[in-house]
T-cell receptor, first 112, second 114 residues
Framework: KNQVEQSPQSLIILEGKNCTLQ??????????LRWYKQDTGRGPVSLTI?????NTKSNGRYTATLDADTKQSSLHITASQLSDSASYIC???????????FGTGTRLQVTL | NAGVTQTPKFQVLKTGQSMTLQCAQD?????MSWYRQDPGMGLRLIHY???????DQGEVPNGYNVSRSTTEDFPLRLLSAAPSQTSVYFC?????????????FGNGTRLTVT
């Protein structure tokens, strides 16, 4: 069964600190992996996308990595800000938008 | 551009009532879809459409109907609401040109069925 597992389930960090969120998947055949940010009460917004051949992709303070051999991805947030408080969802695609497998997300809280 | 607009934002229904969740997008996206989001679970696909007049079932279609008469609109109908349909519903659209185009989500409708 295609699955996407994220860890930790929740995380609290101090403003200015770095953090790394993990995503492990068993989806096959793999097409691409995308990270979304979901603010409370809002819909998810795409942060990065990586295909099979890409190892790293950055979007400002967000850096995603992908190891297709071990089927693992991580999202690293540098110098966290209060506005980074949100849920981060890992989504793996089988090739079409109708064949997406969503992780349950990591809820990040950034505090003063 | 407004993006993807969902209405209403909140709704409370009694068991057996019917209602329609509205979704509209102004990005001329061919692909539109409905998801439900429940605590502790990933987003699950209910129905999707790859163009006007074309719809198909997703992972959890039972109890829901859709239609796509225009490119812009993709309403989701609950014919006879059940407490198990209490959830947050998201509409999403994407372009079908280019590889891996991102989904653009609305801000959701929080539905409670009592």
């Amino acid at each position: 069964k295609n699955q996407v597992e994220q860890s930790p389930q929740s995380l609290i960090i101090l403003e200015g600190k770095n953090c790394t969120l993990q995503c492990n998947y068993t989806v096959s055949p793999f097409s691409n992996l995308r990270w979304y940010k979901q603010d409370t009460g809002r819909g998810p917004v795409s942060l990065t996308i990586m295909t099979f051949s890409e190892n790293t992709k950055s979007n400002g303070r967000y850096t995603a990595t992908l190891d297709a051999d071990t089927k693992q991805s991580s999202l690293h947030i540098t110098a966290s800000q209060l506005s980074d408080s949100a849920s981060y969802i890992c989504v793996v695609s089988l090739g079409t938008a109708s064949k997406l497998t969503f992780g349950t997300g990591t809820r990040l809280q950034v505090t003063l | 551009n407004a993006g993807v607009t969902q209405t209403p934002k909140f709704q409370v229904l009694k068991t057996g009532q019917s209602m329609t969740l509205q979704c509209a997008q102004d990005m001329n996206h061919e692909y539109m879809s409905w998801y439900r989001q429940d605590p502790g679970m990933g987003l699950r696909l209910i129905h999707y459409s790859v163009g006007a007049g074309i719809t198909d079932q997703g992972e959890v279609p039972n109890g829901y109907n859709v239609s796509r008469s225009t490119t812009e609109d993709f309403p989701l109908r609950l014919l006879s609401a059940a407490p198990s349909q209490t959830s947050v519903y998201f509409c999403a659209s994407r372009s079908t040109t280019g590889v891996g185009s991102p989904l653009h989500f609305g801000n959701g409708t929080r539905l409670t069925v009592t």
